[in-house]
């Protein structure tokens, strides 16, 4: 987890990090970062996206495919 952490871009481990540490309010974090309130927001579900897709294990199908370089590689466009 705290690779994870490290791995993420200034902008969104600072968000994070004022947010989870600091245990500031969303609102406090924003002024703090003399950000908007909709840009803190939008940096903590990015951050916590990040996270997650570093963090978690690769499906087998993932794995399968990894193994075999004729499996197209596709995008989660959400």
Known sequence: MAAAVRALPLELREALLIVVLASLTHREAASALDISLATLV???????????????????????????????HLRVVK
């Open 42 to 72: 939008g940096r903590l579900t990015k951050a916590r996206e990040r996270i997650s897709a570093l963090t978690r294990a690769p499906t087998a199908a993932e794995t399968a495919g990894a193994a075999s370089p004729s499996v197209p």
